[in-house]
């Protein structure tokens, strides 16, 4: 019989954070982050760079989370961990680690879907959602409408058929010579930018779904044109320049989200993933939400980036359910939401 105030460690290693939280009676104690920058240099994540960080991190991130929240192996009830999606290698850190974790303590192992878990971060901290509500799922690797019926029960009602938001902000900040990551620097810059400054070519997909493929080649052939006429363009322009590609991507967006209120009739309405920290994508959900009678969900910061607090929240309403997976369960193999 499993305890209904569970403890458990919950460890995320889809890309290039290491981090470990510890969860109890559904409140979580800590968010311990190791994050990486060796990629830096080399304008984007080096997968093989990334797993041999996690390998280097894990052990002390997990010691920390367990210390700070004052817990010992013994009384943890399971071990939970990313799944997937995410970098092959750096989900076999995690889940070899989770596993063998679990095997020695003779405790469940708990998999937890990366997208599920953005979602679920909602859950954290009040206030929460009600269901049923959408979730607008922001990231560099995706870019989904979620609807939410609850805890465990959700369903991807729209999502992107080429690439993420995520990946077209920092595409952009590279083609501008933005250092990585450049999605944060592009949301710093167009504060200080006019929105309307220039104008992009809409991008249009049936039902729900996303395209930034397109928006992606159309700002690449932007720069070159301009900067034909004035070598110096990009940097005379800066500021404007991000303001009007962050105003067109998530207008792009938030289009797509009222469609999607507009279809189910769902006006709970929240957002998550790396993405759903850019304040202008945040600013403008809260300005389209007065507008259209929304109630409108934005996690803390903290939450929007991967963390294993998010995993936690999954992980303890599948420790309720009796969720369990087996100690063979392979990370490779695509998870369902």
Same mark, same amino acid.
């Given at each position: *019989?499993?305890?209904?105030?569970?403890?458990?460690?919950?460890? #995320?290693?889809?890309?290039?954070?290491?981090?470990?939280?510890?969860?109890?009676?559904?409140?979580?104690?800590?968010?311990?982050?190791?994050?990486?920058?060796?990629?830096?240099?080399?304008?984007?994540?080096?997968? #093989?760079?990334?797993?041999? !960080?996690?390998?280097?991190?894990?052990?002390?991130?997990?010691?920390?989370?367990?210390?700070?929240?004052?817990?010992?192996?013994?009384?943890?009830?399971?071990?939970?961990?990313?799944?997937?999606?995410?970098?092959?290698?750096?989900?076999?850190?995690?889940?070899?680690? !989770?596993?063998?974790?679990?095997?020695?303590?003779?405790?469940?192992?708990?998999?937890?879907?990366? *997208?599920?878990?953005?979602?679920?971060?909602?859950?954290?901290?009040?206030?929460?959602p009600s269901f049923p509500f959408l979730c607008l799922t922001v990231s560099g690797g995706h870019t989904q409408i979620i609807l939410v019926r609850d805890y465990l029960d959700m369903e991807v009602i729209g999502e992107t058929q080429d690439d993420a938001a995520g990946e077209a902000f920092d595409k952009a900040a590279k083609m501008m010579g933005l250092p990585y990551p450049g999605g944060p620097l592009v949301d710093s810059y167009a504060q200080k930018g006019n929105p309307t400054?220039?104008?992009?070519? #809409?991008?249009?997909?049936?039902g729900l779904d996303f395209s930034f493929s397109g928006i992606?080649?159309?700002?690449?052939?932007?720069?070159?044109?301009?900067?034909?006429?004035?070598?110096?363009?990009?940097?005379?322009?800066?500021?404007?320049?991000?303001?009007?590609?962050?105003?067109?991507?998530?207008? *792009?967006?938030?289009?797509?989200l009222e469609?999607?209120?507009?279809?189910?009739?769902?006006?709970e309405i929240a957002i998550a993933g790396g993405v759903s920290a850019n304040s202008g994508l945040r600013n403008a959900l809260q300005q389209v939400g007065q507008s259209k009678g929304w109630n409108v969900y934005i996690p803390a910061f903290e939450y929007c980036t991967d963390n294993a607090a998010m995993i936690a929240m999954v992980a303890h309403y599948k420790f309720l359910k009796g969720e369990f997976c087996e100690l063979d369960v392979s990370p490779l193999a695509r998870m369902p939401l």
């Amino acid at each position: *019989m499993y305890p209904m105030s569970p403890v458990i460690l919950a460890i #995320e290693s889809s890309c290039d954070e290491t981090s470990a939280a510890v969860i109890t009676n559904g409140k979580v104690l800590n968010n311990i982050i190791a994050s990486q920058t060796v990629h830096q240099k080399y304008g984007g994540v080096v997968p #093989e760079l990334a797993s041999r !960080a996690h390998q280097r991190n894990i052990v002390t991130v997990v010691d920390d989370a367990l210390q700070s929240a004052r817990k010992k192996k013994s009384d943890l009830d399971a071990i939970a961990f990313t799944r997937g999606p995410g970098l092959m290698g750096s989900l076999l850190v995690g889940a070899s680690f !989770a596993k063998g974790m679990a095997l020695g303590l003779n405790k469940p192992l708990i998999e937890v879907n990366h *997208m599920q878990a953005h979602v679920l971060a909602h859950f954290i901290n009040d206030p929460v959602p009600s269901f049923p509500f959408l979730c607008l799922t922001v990231s560099g690797g995706h870019t989904q409408i979620i609807l939410v019926r609850d805890y465990l029960d959700m369903e991807v009602i729209g999502e992107t058929q080429d690439d993420a938001a995520g990946e077209a902000f920092d595409k952009a900040a590279k083609m501008m010579g933005l250092p990585y990551p450049g999605g944060p620097l592009v949301d710093s810059y167009a504060q200080k930018g006019n929105p309307t400054a220039f104008k992009f070519p #809409e991008t249009y997909m049936p039902g729900l779904d996303f395209s930034f493929s397109g928006i992606k080649t159309a700002f690449l052939y932007f720069l070159r044109d301009n900067k034909i006429k004035d070598p110096d363009f990009v940097e005379k322009n800066l500021h404007d320049i991000c303001a009007s590609i962050q105003h067109h991507l998530v207008k *792009m967006l938030l289009n797509r989200l009222e469609e999607g209120s507009l279809k189910t009739g769902i006006k709970e309405i929240a957002i998550a993933g790396g993405v759903s920290a850019n304040s202008g994508l945040r600013n403008a959900l809260q300005q389209v939400g007065q507008s259209k009678g929304w109630n409108v969900y934005i996690p803390a910061f903290e939450y929007c980036t991967d963390n294993a607090a998010m995993i936690a929240m999954v992980a303890h309403y599948k420790f309720l359910k009796g969720e369990f997976c087996e100690l063979d369960v392979s990370p490779l193999a695509r998870m369902p939401l």
